[in-house]
């Protein structure tokens, strides 16, 4: 098993990942071309993978080719999918970061620093010729008590300014970063577990896309079970439902899908349903899938994490097995 690091550049979120091995399950095959131009040699071969190939003080100049409301009317803020073509000058893996630089100045005078965003789509972006990357962006806002109004004063710069750009907009761009959230493919054998909340949500969708909606060669060995747990506060929250469905319907086997509506649904206690209330609810499933290799990955908000470790401590007291040191270990070393 292997820990994982919290990302800097989100001191109140969490992404990491429990590693194991295991998974019985045959993944479906169709006689579709397969998506191959981008793959190493073999394509778990992870030697090679591009990282901080743009820095701050030389970025790569994007351009945004569409930015899109993802959520339904009633969803609590606004989240956008956020298309930047990088004319196939900035390559990434699944599961990395790009960095983003806004425009305009800091209160001390001194230029906007950059601000890391998950990427949501594989390697060969959404419209597959490998020159896009997709973001996925929460608007972000201040709810000022004594105003009683958003402060935009206090909104967040960065999300803003992606959430407001337009298609044909250039942007600075650092990265790709990050090799903590990368898929296990040399073992396609292996369980993904995700569990995400809200736009943590980000790097899944490019693991999603990789496993079953492309036709890579990964996706073609792999032989586990992926499962979604996504939380958000209401079905107009909900991110990306539309490309789940459709997977869900071709890969009953192999991806699996749950929800936690935090406004909608409440816990077996009465609270809020929150997404570590519903990964409680697969307790021994999880903790078996663990046992046998499944990788686990977390990605959101870092109030999630105390739960999930409650959760793997009780399975392991339930089943009497001194394994919960190892297991809530690997959770604190974020
Ligand atoms: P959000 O909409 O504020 O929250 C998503 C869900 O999490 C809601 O249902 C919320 O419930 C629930 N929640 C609140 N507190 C929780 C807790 N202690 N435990 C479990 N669930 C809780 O989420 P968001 O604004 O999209 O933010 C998600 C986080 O992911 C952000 O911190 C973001 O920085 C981070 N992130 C984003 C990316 C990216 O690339 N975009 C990548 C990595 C991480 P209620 O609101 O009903 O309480």
């Known amino acids: ?51 901080n190939t743009y820095k701050a003080k030389t970025p790569f100049m994007g351009k945004v080719k569409s930015v899109k409301r993802i959520v339904g009317p009633e969803a609590t803020g606004e989240t956008c999918d956020i298309v930047i073509d990088h004319g196939g000058k900035m390559p990434y893996w699944e599961g990395q970061s790009y960095g983003v630089i806004p425009p305009g100045v800091k209160d001390n005078g001194k230029p906007n620093t950059v601000r890391l965003y998950s990427i949501a789509s594989t390697r060969y972006g959404d419209d597959m010729t490998g020159n896009t990357g997709t973001l996925c962006v929460r608007r972000a806002t201040y709810w000022c008590p004594e105003l009683k109004a958003d402060d935009p004063a206090k909104k967040g710069i960065c999300s803003n300014f992606l959430c407001d750009a337009k298609a044909g907009d250039e942007l600075k761009m650092t ?45 073609e060995d792999f032989k586990g079970v992926a499962w979604l747990f996504l939380g958000v506060a209401n079905s107009d929250a909900l991110l990306y439902d539309n490309e789940w469905q459709p997977i869900l319907k071709a890969h009953p086997k192999n991806f699996r899908l749950d929800y936690a509506l935090s406004r909608e649904a409440t816990n077996a206690k009465g609270g809020k349903m929150y997404i570590q209330d519903k990964v409680e609810e697969y307790a021994d499933e999880v903790f078996e899938r663990l046992e046998k290799g499944a990788h686990m990955y977390f990605c959101g908000l870092k109030g999630m994490m105390p739960g999930i470790q409650d959760m793997l401590k009780s399975v392991c007291e339930k089943k009497e097995i001194d394994r919960s040191e190892e297991h809530t270990s690997e959770l604190q070393s974020l």
């Open 175 to 219: 990265g790709p970063s990050g090799k903590v959230m990368l898929l296990p493919e040399s073992a396609p054998e292996t369980d993904i577990i995700m569990v995400a909340t809200g736009t943590g949500i980000a790097p899944y969708r490019g693991f999603i896309r990789r496993l079953f909606t492309e036709k890579t060669p990964y996706g």
């Open 1 to 51: 098993m292997g820990g994982g690091s919290s990302d800097p550049w989100f001191p109140d979120t969490v992404a990491t990942v429990l590693v194991d091995k295991s998974g019985l399950l045959q993944a479906e095959q169709s006689g579709e071309p397969k998506q191959d131009f981008l793959e190493a040699s073999p394509y778990y071969d992870m030697s090679n993978i591009p990282v």
